[in-house]
Structures are given as structure tokens and as C-alpha cells.
């Protein structure tokens, strides 16, 4: 009864995407392992011998083909024999970690970044939650994209701010429609949130783009919350450009993490950053009430952080090639196959992180209602986890993560042709 109410839940229709596409809007008691919980349930009630394959879950350490970096395993290993990094660490993170996530992250900057400007988190969902309570204030709403990540409105519903969505075109890229970000704003808007590399779109946004949606917070008198939790895994024709380069046009905090570039998720190793050189964000209130907000958080293990600085001065060139080699062969696998399977379709090619939308052709189905019914019946019927693009803001379409070892994407995909052509509708 308790899943029926949950799934039911999940088609809270809100008509308001301008025809481009039939947008939803989640409740923010739903998430994405909550859904693929879901999903999982459907498939061990159903007495199928067929070994499950998820496209839910971006976590590719479930496939052999990705593998964190040697150097990164012996720095972990390393500082936790040396007995030196049991304790405490400080609410704010370790000194030299803070310090090497400045350092690193001031590569691809025209200024260079201190440890103050670093705090140290559990991971890129707590820095999602640090940003949203430090903007946080009475009748504040905050802009995020659709589709998106839905902890933002998670985090936003404990926060008390109002989310308003602003859509991302597929037929542009995925790029945001800055004339709608513009309609949406008003005196309490508190901050634009940009995910580049997108979750889940695996669109990279071009410098032009940036410097435009820089141009329009700055006109609008708002920072822009950058999401960078997939920086450097670009593969396309546009490179990562972090929306720090920005930053003298607008302040901006950048979220990022070790979790996607090193595969590493479960280390929860993350940093909130003030990416803000005109100082908006430096204020001595401000940093302080940082600063105390940190002093109730539990940040990383402290023998974690203190294998950061290492892994980010010592990791190859070549272990990052390897991955979005990988990666890109895996995304260019994916959209071949879904060109062979006529009830969906992908509008924009991945350039970048490790998922994909994917528009659903309902009229091409006989007795499926929507997605969330296509992601339920494939997973009972064909063993396959695929997540509804309700989830992510967007009905109708379906959200595939391709960062998998491309025999069980084949198989998946295999499957998956199967169910369409068991629900095909008859001409």
C-alpha cells in the first residue's frame, strides 16, 4: 500500500514547460534512490532468474571497467597507517586539504583561490545542503533547472525556500533558457543553480553559454550556485569551463566532489567553495555564520581528507583520459542502440558525465500509461532499472546512466527492444 501511495505520488502533473516538454513537479519526499528502491522491489517480487542490470544509479564502481586511481587507493591506505589522522578533524576540514582543493580547483581559474575560501564537506550533497541553508531566508525562493537533481528541491523543501524551475532545452543542448530564468526572478530570488556537466541531461556547456548565464545573474543581482560534481568529465566538442572563471562578473559558489572523477562516491569526500574574488561572499558575517553553520555538520573521515592533497597533485593525466575514453565510448554505445529501438529516442548526444535524457514515444506503446509505467513494467518484466524522467522534472522521458561495462549495456538495451516489441502497438 505504502509503495502504491509512493509510486502514485510521482505523477503530480505540472503543465507549465512552455510546450517544449511536459514537465512534473516531484514531491520533495521523493528521491532517486527512493524510486530505484522501487524499482529493485518490483524485480525480487517477481520470481525471474535474470540478473538485474540498473541504468538507474550513477555509481559505476559497480562495473569492473571503472576503477578508481592507484595513487588514490595508497594515499587513503597510506594515511590511515600512519596513525596520524584518527582524531578529529577540524569542522571546516584539514588545513592541507582545504588548501590542495584551492590549489586544484585554481588551475582552471584566472585568479587563484585560498584555503579560506574552501570548506571541506561529506560529499557533494552536503555541500548542496550547506549552499541552500546559507541563502536561506523567509519567503526566499531559489531558480533550479528541469530537468535536474532532485535534492536541490529536497534540500529547498527543509530549507523553506521556494523552488522555481526553470526549463533546459533539449533542442538547444540542454542549454537554460535564459528568458525564462529572467521571467521567474524577483527581489527574493537568492541564487541560480547550474549543474555543468548536467545530471542528467550529459550536455557541457560552452564558455559563450556561461559567460551569458554569468552576464544574466549579474543583471538579476543573484549568485549562481555551480554544481560541478562531474567537472573534467567532458568527452564532446565543448570543455569543461568552471563557473568560477566567472566570478569576478557574479559571485558563485562552486560544489564539487572527488566522488565522479576519482570513482569514488562512497569516500564522501566533497568541498563548498567560494569561487567569489569581489568578495561578496568574504564578508567576515558571512564567513562566520559559515564557519558556525560547519561546527554542527560531520564532515569526512579525517584520514580521507588527509589523503586529498596527494591524490589531486599525483593522479595522471592519463588515469582522466582513460576515463572519459571510456566513458564516451559507453554513451556512443548507448545512443546506437537506442536508435534501434523506435519508442525512444535521445535529441542531444552526451558530451559529458554519465547520463543521458531520453524522450518516450507513448503513441508507439499499447498498454503503457507513462513512464513511470514503462520503468516499472521493464524492470518486472525484463529485470532492468532504468529511472523515469518524472524523477528528474520531466515526464514522459526516461533517465539512462551509460557509465556501465558495455556488455551489460548491450544486454540492457537487448531487453529493453524485447519490451518495446512485446508493448509495441499494431498497425
Known amino acids: 500500500m505504502e509503495r502504491q501511495s509512493r509510486t502514485e505520488s510521482l505523477r503530480t502533473i ?45 555509481d559505476p564502481t559497480a562495473h569492473s571497467c571503472f576503477r578508481t586511481a592507484h595513487v588514490a587507493e595508497d594515499s587513503v591506505l597510506d594515511s590511515l597507517q600512519s596513525h596520524k589522522f584518527n582524531g578529529y578533524a577540524p569542522t571546516v576540514g584539514l588545513p592541507q586539504t582545504r588548501r590542495a582543493v584551492a590549489e586544484y580547483l585554481s588551475r582552471d581559474l584566472p585568479y587563484k583561490l585560498t584555503s579560506d575560501d574552501v570548506f ?18 523567509p519567503g526566499a525562493n531559489i531558480l533550479l533547472p528541469r530537468p535536474g537533481f532532485p535534492i536541490y528541491e529536497l534540500c529547498a523543501s527543509f530549507r523553506h525556500l521556494e523552488a522555481r524551475h526553470f526549463d533546459l532545452l533539449p533542442q538547444n543542448g540542454w542549454e537554460v533558457d535564459l528568458d525564462a530564468v529572467e521571467a521567474l526572478a524577483d527581489h527574493n530570488t537568492v541564487a541560480l543553480v547550474i549543474i555543468n556537466p548536467g545530471n542528467p541531461c550529459g550536455n557541457v556547456y560552452s564558455y559563450q553559454h556561461l559567460e551569458k548565464i554569468a552576464e544574466t545573474a549579474k543583471k538579476l543581482n543573484i549568485p549562481v550556485i555551480a554544481d560541478e560534481v562531474y567537472g573534467h568529465l567532458a568527452f564532446g566538442r565543448n570543455p569543461f569551463v568552471p563557473m568560477g572563471v566567472f566570478g569576478e562578473t557574479v559571485p558563485v559558489l562552486t560544489l564539487g566532489s572527488l566522488s565522479k572523477r576519482w570513482i569514488v562516491p562512497g569516500w564522501r569526500l566533497g ?57 564516451k565510448q559507453s554513451s556512443d554505445l548507448c545512443c546506437d542502440r537506442i536508435q534501434d529501438i523506435p519508442c525512444i529516442s535521445c535529441p542531444h548526444r552526451p558530451e559529458g558525465s554519465m547520463a543521458v535524457m531520453v524522450k518516450l514515444n507513448l503513441s508507439l506503446l499499447e498498454d503503457i500509461s507513462d513512464d513511470i509505467d514503462f520503468c516499472f513494467k521493464l524492470a518486472k518484466e525484463e529485470s532492468v532499472i532504468i529511472l523515469p524522467g518524472t524523477a ?21 538495451f537487448r531487453r529493453t527492444k524485447s519490451f518495446y516489441q512485446r508493448h509495441a502497438k499494431l498497425v
Open 14 to 58: 505540472n503543465n507549465g514547460g512552455g510546450g517544449r516538454a511536459e514537465t512534473v513537479t516531484a514531491p520533495a519526499t521523493i528521491t532517486i534512490k527512493g524510486i530505484l528502491g522501487l524499482l529493485t522491489e518490483n524485480i525480487n517480487n517477481n520470481g525471474d532468474e535474470k540478473r538485474v542490470i540498473s541504468l538507474g544509479m550513477g
Open 271 to 327: 568541498w563548498f567553495v567560494t569561487t567569489d574574488p569581489c568578495g561578496m561572499f568574504r564578508e567576515p558575517k558571512i564567513i562566520e555564520r559559515i564557519k558556525k553553520y560547519f561546527d554542527i555538520l560531520g564532515g569526512p573521515a579525517t584520514f580521507i581528507q588527509a589523503a586529498v592533497p596527494r591524490i589531486l597533485e599525483q593522479t595522471e593525466e592519463v588515469y582522466f583520459n582513460r576515463t572519459n575514453y571510456l566513458l
Open 120 to 137: 571541506i564537506t561529506s560529499g557533494c550533497t552536503q555541500a548542496i545542503d550547506v549552499a541552500l541553508a546559507m541563502l536561506a531566508r
Open 392 to 412: 528528474v522534472g520531466l515526464k514522459n522521458w526516461l533517465r539512462i546512466t551509460f557509465a556501465v561495462d558495455p556488455s551489460a549495456l548491450e544486454e540492457a
